[in-house]
């Protein structure tokens, strides 16, 4: 059983960055590929980008350019660098682990986070 924990949320005004992190335990990290997705106010939760153990990455045409996902195995976190951010960009984000799936669908992830907080004010 995997656990995920988030942090780095917060408030930022517009063009500002933000570094979320999500640490795990209980599993070895290294062998889970992990994502990032997010859930706006009154919005369903969408895919925001994904990370494979062998280093593939794939991202939502939104935040293309502005985010950058990456981990650190030694450390059994997955970050998300958030860049240029839009106030349409608020939203609680969650990561999630699979170690059988890599990419943008939610159903093939078993573990997920509670989620941090992402706010950018305009």
């Known amino acids: 059983q995997v656990q995920l924990v988030e942090s780095g949320g917060g408030l930022v005004q517009a063009g500002g960055s933000l570094r979320l992190s999500c640490t795990a335990s209980?599993?070895?990290?290294?062998?889970?590929?992990m994502a990032w997705f997010r859930q706006g106010p009154g919005k369903e939760r969408e895919f925001v980008a994904s990370?494979?153990?062998?280093?593939?990455?794939t991202y939502a045409d939104s935040v293309k350019g502005r985010f950058t996902i990456s981990r650190d195995n030694a450390k059994n976190t997955v970050y998300l660098q958030m860049n240029v951010l839009k106030p349409e960009d608020t939203a609680v984000y969650c990561c999630?682990?699979?170690?059988?799936?890599?990419?943008?669908?939610?159903?093939?992830?078993?573990?997920w986070g509670q989620g941090t907080q992402v706010t950018v004010s305009s």
């Open positions: 990370l494979g153990w062998s280093g593939a990455t």
């Open positions: 999630a682990a699979s170690d059988s799936y890599s990419g943008p669908l939610e159903a093939p992830y078993p573990y």
């Open positions: 209980g599993g070895t990290f290294s062998r889970y590929h």
